[in-house]
């Protein structure tokens, strides 16, 4: 829970921002789908963000976000000495301070990009033989994007992005690999790529 803790500090850091310099406020909902690997394993499962954000001169947002990644969970030291199927696995989360370059008008695109915290849960294949899941601890987090969004109306608006995201202290357990015998590893990385569709609030635009 506690990439949900820094989001709740930095959404408040960007409210008190947004008060005082009296810009423009704005709340993004998205949801889609996230395929992720890492160290021969990948499976694909929903995904939800929430990003709040100021619009500084009307083409630059900055802003916190929460990522999570609502796949099921594989148990650790689950690897398998023979084939056997099983179940992918893919949870994760994170929380980010990003920015975000768009154009003006109703019609926007925009590149974004992020860093912050997160925690790769579990990711896990079709069949864990001699590969057993990863799991990670708390650790840096980065997030890179594009996309675009219309403005159906003046304050909402709706939109599209594809983003990559990547997380840090990923581990395996040890295990064995024909007669090789596979030490635990905790220097890995587990990536993602994200499909997301938005609904965006800006009620002081």
Known sequence: MWPLQVLIGRVTVVALVALIAGVSLELELSGGLVSG?????????????TLVGVDLADHFLLGASLLGVAGREQME??????????????RASAAFASARMHGSGDLQGF???????????????????????????????????????YFL???????ASVAWTLWTNVEQSA???GATRVPARSDL???????????????FR
Do not use: K, M, W
């Open 37 to 49: 690997s890492g160290e021969q394993q990948s499976s694909s499962a929903p995904v939800l963000r």
């Open 189 to 203: 990385t587990a990536d993602g790529a994200l499909f997301l569709l938005s609904i965006g609030f800006a009620p």
């Open 77 to 90: 030291g689950s690897a398998c000495p023979s084939p056997c199927p099983v179940d992918t696995s893919f």
């Open 153 to 159: 109306f003046r304050q909402v608006a709706v939109g």
């Open 111 to 149: 590149l974004e990009g992020g860093i912050g915290v997160g925690h790769l849960i579990s990711l896990s294949g079709s069949d864990l033989f001699e590969n057993p899941p990863l799991h990670g601890r708390g650790g840096l987090a980065y997030l890179i994007g594009a996309g675009a969004r």
């Open 175 to 177: 295990h064995s690999y």
